[in-house]
């Protein structure tokens, strides 16, 4: 769906979130996927429910640990499904060339500067996504006690400049065509996830508030997530 995802995961995922968008009645599908690494055997089991149109998906794994958060999840499982509860600046499209989610964007002539434009998005809170929550968000991943996998999206970026509510500039510390990977993470809410540590942080982890496609319903440890439609989500919505 987005971003970069092991094969495996994305075919029973992919397969789960079809039949999840139906809308009424009950249904039920279980996917078992084997697989081998270093000579082990492992197997998945996919549940997905849906209830009367409002519940989306809802699938059983063993790799969830919780950890919910875009600048934080290091768990493919976890990162999954942090994708689709928040969006990014960037995207990346089923040719592999990036394209815009939340924001279009300007690369000044040295190619050190982007520009992002943001669209108009809300939050599953029904705030607004603004450039204060984008600086936010990367200004978070440069923290002295981050300890989260993102320090290299953090180290590429040299300033940031927040130009109006709509509008914010980043310099990156060099000309790299790899540079717009680092605006493919989501974009977290300056309020709900206001933070003196990075301890404070990582407690909402399991609590998500984000701006994508969906919301967290309920889950439970290396058991199950359950997401429901984003009502407040500013693309298409799931029918």
């Not at 971003?3 to 009950?26: P, Q």
Request: with cysteine.
């Amino acid at each position: 769906m987005k971003k970069y995802f092991n094969t495996a995961l994305v075919s029973i995922l992919g397969a789960s979130l079809l039949v999840g968008c139906g809308g009424g009645g009950t249904t039920t599908t279980t996917t078992t996927s084997s697989t081998s690494s270093a000579g082990s055997e492992s197997t998945t089991e996919t549940t997905t429910t849906t209830t009367s149109g409002d519940q989306i998906l809802k699938f059983g794994l063993s790799g969830f640990e919780g950890v919910f958060n875009p600048i934080i999840s290091d768990n493919v499982y976890d990162s999954y499904v942090a994708s689709m509860i928040f969006d990014g600046l960037v995207d990346v499209d089923s040719t592999g060339e990036y394209v815009p989610e939340l924001a279009t964007w300007e690369l000044s002539d040295d190619h050190m500067v982007y520009t992002f434009t943001l669209t108009d998005a809300t939050f599953s809170n029904g705030s607004p996504v603004t450039a204060d929550d984008v600086a936010f968000t990367y200004n978070t991943i440069k923290e002295e006690d981050y300890a989260g996998p993102r320090t290299a999206v953090g180290a590429a970026i040299a300033e940031i400049n927040v130009i109006d509510d709509k509008t914010i500039a980043f310099t990156m510390t060099d000309p790299s065509p790899a540079n717009l990977q680092n605006f493919t993470y989501g974009i977290i809410d300056d309020e709900y996830y206001a933070h003196s540590s990075f301890e404070e942080l990582a407690a909402k982890n399991s609590e998500p508030m984000g701006c994508g496609i969906v919301t967290l319903e309920g889950w439970a440890p290396k058991q199950y997530v359950s997401m429901v439609k984003n009502d407040t989500y500013y693309g298409d919505q799931l029918q």
